[in-house]
């Protein structure tokens, strides 16, 4: 009877437990328009399923001058471990490269049920996730002037952390810096510099929307080359010229459904099989 227990314990863990997770090579799925949650692909290309991982990713990067937008589908692990990474990640940025502004935005889904990471989630994130931003406005924030000078960086901040070093000499700036965060406490905000080039300004801000527990966490980024770049104002216009607003309710209480059925359907295999041993 324990060994036969035994037995059906593994095939109800195999079953509950193993992932299996949609491949799709960003390579081969680029479009030369803006998905949206009204023109979503019905398919990808060059795409395979992988079996026993621990953990889907879906990727979607959006950019502009043409409009164009990357998809791709893939996974983590071997299966060995049980995952309960649940997570959106939203990123817009804009970077001036060579005088050259470039834009892009972005979204990073983890899950870790079966097949999580398909398309047909992907419509639903779109209808529920707002991004917008007018980081055209900012330009002026990315301008270099040369020869970059230490010394024109601010160096403030509002919270202890290793991250934020204010004692950096200004003799070995190579570009100022700025960042702010936000997760579930006061915003914390810090000026200093950067101690290497980069080779660009650069703007940004990303949002974690965690949904086990329904939370959100910013952090905006201010790279720039001219004097009092770096002040706590100018690297906060960063994040109220960023939108991202995430829809719990109306993303994950439509999927309660699916997974109830998956569970009651494991629920109903073991209790059948015991019913049967003990008659």
Same mark, same amino acid.
């Given at each position: ?16 437990? %193993? ?8 390579? %081969? ?33 959006? *950019? ?25 990640? %939203?990123?817009? &940025? ?23 990471? *398909? ?10 996730? %707002? ?14 002037? &040369?020869? !970059? ?12 952390? *290793? ?13 100022? !810096? ?22 660009? @300004? ?23 080359? !001219? ?29 309660? *459904?699916?997974?109830? @059925? ?18």
């Amino acid at each position: 009877m324990l060994f036969c227990l035994f037995i059906i314990f593994n095939i109800i863990y195999s079953i509950s437990c %193993t992932i299996t997770c949609f491949n799709c090579p960003i390579d %081969t799925n680029n479009f030369d328009y803006f998905i949206t949650e009204n023109n979503v692909p019905d398919q990808l290309n060059n795409c395979t399923t992988i079996d026993n991982v621990d953990a889907c990713f879906m990727d979607v990067i959006w *950019s502009r001058d043409p409009d164009k937008t990357k998809i791709e589908l893939h996974a983590r692990g071997d299966g060995r471990s049980i995952s309960v990474d649940h997570s959106l990640v %939203t990123n817009v &940025e804009m970077e001036n490269l060579n005088s050259t502004l470039i834009w892009n935005r972005g979204i990073s889904y983890i899950c870790s049920t079966n097949q999580c990471n *398909s398309l047909t989630n992907l419509k639903r994130i779109l209808e529920s996730v %707002t991004l917008s931003d007018s980081f055209n406005e900012l330009e002026y924030l990315l301008r270099s002037d &040369e020869p !970059f000078d230490g010394n024109w960086c601010k160096f403030s901040t509002n919270y202890t952390s *290793s991250d934020c070093n204010i004692a950096i000499p200004p003799m070995v700036c190579q570009e100022c !810096f700025f960042q702010g965060i936000s997760d579930h406490g006061p915003v914390g905000l810090c000026s200093n510099c950067l101690p290497f080039d980069t080779d660009e @300004s650069f703007i940004s801000h990303e949002v974690n929307f965690n949904m086990t527990d329904r939370t959100r966490s910013d952090h905006w980024l201010l790279e720039c080359r !001219f004097k009092d770049c770096n002040t706590y104002d100018n690297g906060n216009m960063v994040r109220q010229k960023s939108i991202a607003d995430f829809d719990f309710t109306k993303f994950l209480d439509a999927n309660k *459904s699916s997974v109830l @059925s998956s569970i009651n359907k494991i629920m109903i295999l073991f209790l059948i099989v015991i019913t049967k041993l003990l008659n």
